[in-house]
């Protein structure tokens, strides 16, 4: 079985291809489970790597879109939100919201709706690359386009 035939990965490739249809997944030889090892595979800059990243809050799970060559910051989040409490979600939790496994969550495609907060520090890239639902699996996306295609807003949520 091929790497897009798996079913994360054709949620993601019908996502796209539904939203604009010259946006494709890139079936990786190596790993892209870290933003180090995507950056390494795909000869980018580790900030270019697109960090999908799950966090429980006192009433619902949050999805932070954070640049690979930074570090999410739960207090501005937490400020953010007026909340006291918040924590990176447990590995079940982030299959079970979003249909992926840690190391291959697409910021899209999810099982559940999320709220999405979008690192503004990834607008200095011309192409950013996501977690297409396999840790061998991305995807090329403009920053204008990640916006469009999760809906998210604009953050300053990292350290």
Known sequence: MSLLDKEPVKRVENFLSKFKSDL????????????LEAASSLSCDV????????????E?????LV??????????????LNIKDASMA???DVKSVTGFT??????????????VFIDNSLERFEHLYAAAG???????INFK????????SIREITE
Do not use: M, Q, Y
């Not at 890139?26 to 489970?33: E, F, G, R, V, Y």
């Not at 640049?67 to 953010?80: F, N, P, Q, T, V």
């Open 67 to 80: 640049a690979g060559d930074k570090r999410a910051s739960l207090s501005k989040i937490k400020k953010i």
């Open 90 to 92: 447990s590995a079940e």
């Open 60 to 64: 619902k799970f949050l999805l932070c």
């Open 47 to 58: 900030g270019a790597i697109v960090k999908s990243l799950i966090f429980r809050t006192e």
């Open 102 to 115: 840690i190391g291959g969550v697409a910021p899209i495609a999810h099982l559940n709706k999320l709220d």
């Open 145 to 152: 386009d990640l916006l469009k295609i999760t809906n998210g």
């Open 24 to 35: 494709n997944i890139i079936a990786l030889d190596t790993s892209a489970k870290t933003a």
């Open 134 to 140: 396999h840790p061998k699996c991305v995807f090329k």
